[in-house]
């Protein structure tokens, strides 16, 4: 009986969650610094710290790393590349959860040490909900991922109106260059069943039940 009743609600529950869709994807194309793609809301215009610089010609963004203190502080703002996301178009019932980030990075460092990534997700101003994620890559190119979003407050998704911001930056204390690519944003739009339909499915299955067992 358990089992009938499980399975029942297991498939209303998966039908309601979409595949996971890019929010948004900076490709920096002749040197833009705005979305190239952008769904279920609007992406601002990238922003950079000091240490970056457009590259019109590669179409990419161009790091120059050094070896002073600054660059060996990873919350310095001039490490940072940031843009808003604001959530937008969902139906009523439905929100936004954040899937996963992506960074494509070649690194040319002076020597042979790695640069240690990191990102920061925050919803609002609320410092709570700031993720980092710092990693020695193992090699000098390839594509940087979010690999562990999970938020505290904001589990339940987010709705319409709500703004995020994505920050990504990196630390280093060598000198060289560092380019960053095909930014990222991934996420999935939820329906979440109202408490009576999940009543109603839960009735559903049990009157199924009864009736197997006359």
């Known amino acids: 009986m358990k089992t009938i009743l499980s399975l029942a609600v297991t498939s209303v529950i998966a039908t309601a969650t979409s595949k996971a869709a890019t929010l948004a994807l900076f490709e920096f194309t002749g040197g833009s610094l705005d979305a190239t793609t ?32 600054a660059h060996r502080d990873q919350t310095n703002a001039n490490h940072f590349v940031s843009f808003n996301f604001t959530v937008s178009g969902l139906s009523a019932g439905e929100v936004l959860v954040i899937d996963n980030a992506f960074v494509d990075y ?3 460092p002076a020597s042979g040490n790695s640069i240690r990534h ?3 997700l925050d919803y609002g101003s609320a410092t709570e909900d700031v993720i980092v994620n710092n990693a020695d ?26 703004t995020l911001t994505f920050i990504y ?3 280093e204390n060598i000198g060289g260059t560092m380019t960053a690519d095909n930014f990222q944003l991934v996420g999935s739009v939820v329906a979440v069943p109202e408490p009576s339909s999940t009543a109603l499915l839960g009735l559903g ?6 009736r197997r067992r006359k």
């Not at 279920?40 to 990419?60: K, L, Q, Y």
């Not at 594509?143 to 319409?160: C, D, I, K, V, W």
Request: net charge negative.
């Open 38 to 69: 952008q769904n279920h809301g609007t992406a601002s215009a990238i922003s950079f710290g000091g240490f970056w610089a457009t590259d019109a010609v590669n179409g990419n963004l161009v790091k120059t790393l050094g070896s002073n203190a």
């Open 106 to 108: 070649v690194e040319s």
């Open 118 to 120: 990191c990102y920061f």
């Open 137 to 162: 890559p193992a090699s000098a190119s390839g594509n940087f991922e979010l690999q562990t979003y999970s938020p505290s407050y904001q589990s339940a998704g987010y709705s319409n109106g709500d």
């Open 169 to 171: 930056s990196s630390r």
């Open 205 to 210: 299955g049990l009157a199924l039940i009864m």
